[in-house]
């Protein structure tokens, strides 16, 4: 049993910053692989960042240079760095992490609630 929820967003002016957190709760054994999407108005979901589980980092290449994952395994928590942020970054951002409980043996997927990220002057 675990739950994911979100924190951060909101509205953000063109070229500044934002950092989303994305923490686990319940009977949380280890965290794992956590991955970060955004979904634009009338366009698909989109893989932006990923952090495995040994702090390996992957980034779309739209956001190279400007955002950056990380992880803080004692709070159970990834956060998601924007920085120089542009209008086409507005989406709504959803986390999931694959996460072992004390009851499983497998790793099981989990969703964050989602939050807007509006970049706009």
């Known amino acids: 049993q675990a739950q994911v929820v979100q924190s951060g967003g909101g509205l953000v002016q063109p070229g500044g910053s934002l950092r989303l957190s994305c923490a686990a709760s319940?009977?949380?054994?280890?965290?794992?692989?956590v991955n970060w999407h955004r979904q634009a108005p009338g366009k698909q979901r989109e893989l932006v960042a990923t952090i495995t589980n040994d702090g390996r980092v992957h980034y779309v290449d739209s956001v190279k240079g400007r955002f950056t994952i990380s992880r803080d395994n004692a709070k159970n928590t990834v956060y998601l760095q924007m920085n120089s942020l542009k209008p086409e970054d507005t989406a709504v951002y959803t986390c999931?992490?694959?996460?072992?409980?004390?009851?499983?043996?497998?790793?099981?997927?989990?969703w964050g609630q989602g939050t807007q990220v509006t970049v706009s002057a």
């Open positions: 999931d992490a694959e996460i072992k409980t004390r009851l499983a043996d497998d790793w099981v997927d989990y």
């Open positions: 319940g009977s949380i054994f280890r965290m794992n692989r």
